[in-house]
């Protein structure tokens, strides 16, 4: 070896460092835990090993529901933030008096505590027994009943965390949508112009293509921040989220560290492996099929 690349080893050895003691060593740590059964936290010990962890998390009724909550929340909110994020950036990208005004508005939500607007949505959908809170107001013009969103039935909750969720990260999207479009290069518009092409055919063969890889990243982002919601549902329906019928896979792995149902660190663990493994694979055919999609 060089002293060219000894040099380089050297600048990455930090990073190396830091990626092996607080990423690398836990995930085998956690998956060495999920293997052993019966283990004792007070103790270190435990009697077996094998694969009753991962049965037994697969078949508890509370997984299966955090993992049928996580999968509608992906699969809701992933796109529709996506997809509102691409129009909100073309319309400021069209507006050339108070752009930064409006990138600034757009962006406080992101920069705001999480809980703090959870807390907030929750008086805006929350029915108590003096008001029936601001949205059933507004179905009440519709000459809708009042719903109680934060109590009452399943997919009234699941309505208000998918829209909590869209709020919360659309900002963001939008800031870096915004950042990519503007640096497409205008003479390619120019040349559409000139051989006459429609705004929605520039859209479709110009500005989608060379923003794909921007778009690719917010889509895998998307995902895996998706697939770690926890504290959304905290904001919104407190911390008893079995009770709520809310719970995600990551509310599961907390549940089972240090919940009324704590203690288990085993079955903690396997629940955490089955989500990297989910993560893993979701991100795996995203990247299959971003070869065929994303233009570099």
């Known amino acids: 070896m060089d002293n060219r690349s000894m040099k380089g080893w050297l600048y990455l050895l930090p990073a190396i460092l830091f990626l092996g003691i607080f990423m690398v060593y836990p995930l085998i740590d956690v998956f060495i835990y999920s293997f052993e059964e019966g283990y004792n936290s007070a103790s270190q010990t435990y009697y077996g090993v094998g694969t009753y962890n991962y049965s037994y998390v697969l078949h508890d009724p509370y997984f299966l529901q955090a993992v049928r909550n996580t999968f509608i929340l992906v699969m809701i909110t992933v796109p529709l933030s996506t997809g509102l994020a691409l129009l909100i950036s073309l319309g400021l990208s069209s507006i050339q008096k108070l752009r930064n005004l409006f990138q600034t508005v757009y962006f406080l939500p992101y920069v705001t505590n999480t809980l703090a607007v959870g807390l907030v949505f929750m008086i805006l959908f929350k029915k108590t027994p003096y008001t029936d809170g601001l949205m059933n107001l507004i179905l009440g013009w519709f000459g809708m009943q009042p719903i109680d969103f934060i109590d009452g039935p ?143």
């Not at 969720?165 to 000139?194: C, E, G, H, I, Q």
């Not at 770690?228 to 907390?254: P, Q, R, W």
């Not at 009324?260 to 795996?284: N, R």
């Open 154 to 296: 399943y997919w009234a909750k699941m309505f208000v965390l998918c829209f909590y969720t869209v709020w919360v990260v659309m900002p963001f999207k939008v800031l870096v949508l915004t950042s990519a479009l503007a640096s497409v290069n205008d003479t390619y518009y120019k040349a559409a112009r000139v051989d006459g092409t429609s705004r929605r055919r520039m859209f479709w063969r110009i500005t989608l293509p060379l923003i794909s890889p921007t778009m690719f990243y917010l889509i895998i982002t998307g995902f895996i921040g998706a697939f770690k919601a926890y504290s959304d549902a905290v904001a919104l329906f407190g911390t008893n989220l079995n009770a709520a019928e809310m719970n995600t896979i990551v509310g599961y792995v907390y549940d089972m560290l240090y919940g009324d149902s704590g203690g288990y660190p085993s079955f903690a663990s396997a629940a955490a492996i089955i989500l990297f493994v989910i993560v893993l694979t979701i991100t795996c055919i995203n990247l299959l099929v971003s070869k065929k999609h994303v233009h570099y």
